[in-house]
């Protein structure tokens, strides 16, 4: 059973250019969250998806992120005309079912951007 | 929201002895606490995790405590070994998780 898997491992963007990062959960997985980790620092909630379906953004910021989960296909995070500031790892985790149920949380390997 | 507090942000201890690290939180509606153990440039392991209705899970070397009342949980580990050192970091929630900021645990040989 493979994992969450996450793509590209690596993205280097110029200030400007957008940034799309993909996640697809593990196999009978229908919930997804990401999440943003800076450098020494936790991780930080953005947001958790069903599919088709934004169940909470709280944490996204309000403009130049946006999220999706589609009925076929991985996850995406994209983040409009990145700043240096969004330099960070971007981890998305999967559970079988929400956190309501108390499911565990599986955690790919993360996508570590890096805005020039 | 919920507000999640960890305490030490760094522990070192020699190779043999116990450590332990504690987590206070906020949301009396959080229901699950996991623990995930970060190495550096790797993505967070579960190592273990309690549910409200539990107030004490052992795994092995590993062992969380949960105190409703008080709002907090600790994770014990005991016997310590030097490949157990790495950021842990403690989560609270119910329909997300919100993290502590981390505890950097050094295992001297």
């Known amino acids: 059973n493979a994992g969450v898997m996450q793509n590209p491992r690596h993205l280097v963007r110029r200030r400007g250019q957008e940034a799309r990062l993909r996640c697809s959960p593990m196999?009978?997985?229908?919930?997804v969250y990401w999440y943003r980790q800076l450098p020494e620092e936790g991780l930080k909630f953005m947001v958790y998806l069903q599919k088709e379906n934004i169940i909470d953004e709280s944490g996204m910021p309000k403009e130049r992120f946006s999220a999706e989960f589609p009925k076929e296909g991985p996850s995406i995070l994209r983040i409009q005309q990145v700043v240096r500031g969004d330099s960070a790892a971007y981890f998305c985790?999967?559970?079988?079912?929400?956190?309501?149920?108390?499911?565990?949380?599986?955690f790919g390997p993360g996508t570590r951007l890096t805005v020039l | 929201g919920e507000n999640v507090e960890q305490h030490p942000s760094t522990l070192s201890v020699q190779e043999g002895d116990s450590a332990v690290i504690k987590c206070t939180y906020s949301d009396s509606a959080s229901n699950y606490f996991p623990w995930y153990k970060q190495e550096l440039g790797k993505r967070p392991q579960l190592i273990i995790d309690i549910r409200s209705n539990v107030g004490e899970k052992k795994d092995q070397r590993i062992a969380v405590t949960l105190n409703k009342t008080a709002k907090h949980f600790s994770l014990h580990i005991t016997e310590t070994q030097p490949e157990d050192s790495a950021v842990y970091f403690c989560?609270?929630?119910?329909?997300?998780?919100?993290f502590g900021k981390g505890t950097m645990l050094l295992v001297s040989p």
């Open positions: 196999k009978g997985h229908s919930h």
């Open positions: 989560a609270s929630g119910y329909s997300t998780l919100t």
């Open positions: 985790a999967s559970s079988p079912s929400g956190l309501a149920k108390a499911d565990t949380q599986y």
